[in-house]
């Protein structure tokens, strides 16, 4: 049973009401347990007790990734050791893993914010759920995990990889929510195709995608492929793990933010000042109800907006656009800010190719080249160079068009980008190599 669902339908002065309460709280905790916020409130000239309303957020400094890897690896946490049950941690691909801690309380949160999140998503306790989301110091697979057990959901912990064997136990076992990345979710549609299984013979009703950032061309290509209805979900580690937001079903038009266990921000990513609903800029996250590793005003590098209009699903928590991209993803190509995103929302328009691409970055001279790599089908691939060359061309004249860029676009064979369980690799900068 899942036993805060009331909170989503609230009205906004009692869950504000709620959030001061356990921001107070928060504040207070960290203040007396972690010296990193103690001398970050002294730095700053302020007390919790000084905290009165939401608004007072605003005085608090943020807290970045950089804090947590200086602290590595328990100086963030607000409680004992001997009360930490569980432990995960960052990959650490960009630098010092950020690792975080949770109580039993903390673990048992997480469960009911992910049954809320697979119930948004379109879960019911009668489901089957295929977990193809990684299990280990990566929180997604567990963090799926407990929830579809909180909603009371069967659950099928193959995680990643072995992608073969996954398309069988789709086809034995009849699963009616898949679980995964995006890009693992169309490799799992492609392997499926190689092994003769058409995903419209399957169960899916409904896929559950997240953990990095994906078009609306990639969701019709998904939910196209796979037979399905495509929700995205959000989370990280640091804040709690997947089960911070989710799109309904019902609308997927902004993801619900779980309000009453995070208060969110939209700031200039260079000024810090905080930015009205409906404009884009970067996320920042405080949690109000985590025990062992509570985060204020903690900087995502997410790049999206907020947007507090009713949903037709009933929800009044506000909600945040797709993830556009990060602030350190970004890539800047001869002063012009590019997203990979924005390169596969150009690529997404070009049916001659497949949803796999990279983007190489490369400093010639004084001049930064973008180079766009993104695979062709089999039968395109076979045709002539010279209407290879024509597409190739199409697509460069497309992203310059709409990004204001100059990009070498590179067709290459079927299946020679990596395929990755995980996160998908979109960007290879080796100006700095």
Known sequence: MIHDIEYETMPREALEAIQLRRLKATLERAYA????????????????????????????????????????????????????????????????????????????????????????????????????????????????????????????????????????????FGPTILTATPSYALHLGEVAEEMGVSFRDLKFKFGIFGAEPWSERMRTQIESQLGLVAVDIYGLSEVIGPGVAIECYQAKKGLHIFEDHFIPEIIDPQSGQVLPYGTTGELVFTSITKEAFPVIRYRTRDITALNAEP?????????????????????????????PSQIESVLMEVHEVEPHYQLVVEREGNLDKLTVRVEVSEALFSDEVKSLQNLERRIAHNIKDYLGVSAEVKLVEPKSIARSEGKAVRVIDKRHM
């Open 311 to 339: 949903c037709v699903c009933g929800r009044t928590m506000v909600r945040m656009q797709k993830v556009s991209g990060r602030t350190d993803d970004m890539l800047i190509i001869r002063g012009v800010n590019v997203f």
């Open 33 to 172: 347990n972690v010296p990193f916020y103690r001398q970050k409130f002294a730095a700053a000239g302020i007390k919790p007790g000084d905290i009165r309303c939401l608004e007072d957020l605003q005085r608090i400094p943020f807290t970045t990734k950089q804090d947590l890897r200086d602290n590595y690896p328990y100086g963030m946490f607000a409680v004992p050791m001997d009360n930490v049950v569980r432990i995960h941690a960052s990959s650490g691909t960009t630098g010092q893993p950020t690792v975080v801690g949770y109580t039993a309380r903390d673990v048992n949160t997480w469960a009911e914010l992910m049954a809320r999140s697979l119930s948004a998503g379109g879960a019911t306790r009668g489901d089957i759920i295929h977990n193809a989301y990684g299990y280990g110091l990566f929180t997604g697979g567990l963090g799926v995990h407990y929830g579809a057990e909180k909603l009371g959901a069967s659950v099928i912990p193959v995680s990643g990889g072995n992608t073969k064997r996954q398309i069988i136990i789709m086809r034995d």
